[in-house]
């Protein structure tokens, strides 16, 4: 970091540490997004993997792609997959064009923002169905259903878990950013 | 803005632009934050307001508070709207003090992130809840209901929808505040 070509930067009477050029949140950085792949992966695999067919005495199968609000779910985590794998490229390619950084981890910032409202939203929307499954709703006559489909349901709740897990290492991918654009600007 | 006491920073060989304290968007700012407090009031009042009673021809009425789903989305924004005037003299105190407006920047990127990640998440579970009621599901004999309460499903589809402006203007000052800080940083 000390080959960046920027100006030394000395503005105030202390002395300027030796992070005048920014904290470097990299290797965080890395790690979070890798992270953010597994979650978004197991997430995808558990809740793809959960079909169940009970048999009363009609076979009468429980499938994600039933519910909206599931492939939703599947599509918003395939999709932050995907993310994860591109921002992890542009991360390694700000590690190495330093003079770079600031702008590349601004349109971190802007991206990730977005993929926080729609892995939230995912997790939200995934997760009130699963309630409904698992306590139903006595005012609608909606019944519960996961006394029926357990295994269909122990695959929906993990993987509504692993997503709240992936929206928050989301949430501090922003964090990290943020805080690296700011340890940039001189005191 | 030029008052600052900070130093002139002149880097490169170009000459500095006039915003060389960084871009100033505490206007748009104090517009969003005044936004997502009418949204919040707005999406609460009519989600509140949305009870119904229907004679079936026994009373059977419909509530927010029968959907733990809609009463999550209704404390959500309750604590924006709340959340929206603490930050909105945050905001202001920025203006007034410009040698501390980064640092008051970096505290709203934090929280605002959080806020985004609330209100997508709540947004998202009221919106699936009000798609089943709009819908139903065959596969879980989910019935609809919302050809009965037609007033209650009018109220939550509206208050969803300023729900989901709300968190689009999260959004927005989450890259307002980055961007800021972003023109901070000495080029």
Redesign the interface.
Known sequence: MASTG??E?K?SSTPAPASSVGVDHSKFDLILRFLLFAASVASVVVMVTGNQTVYLPVPRP?KFR????FVYFVAAFSVAGLYSIITTFISLSAIRKPNLK??L??HL??WD??M???L??????????A???LKG?K?????K?CHIYDKFCRHIGASVGVGLFG??VT?LL??I???S??S???K
């Open positions: 920027d100006p930067y503005s429980a039933y519910s909206p609000a600031t702008k981890l601004l910032i802007f923002a977005v926080l409202g729609i939230a939203s995912a997790t939200g929307t995934a997760g009130s169905v309630y409904l499954g709703n005012h609608t006559d909606w019944h259903i929206s928050i949430l922003i964090w950013s943020a805080h654009i700011h940039r600007v001189p």
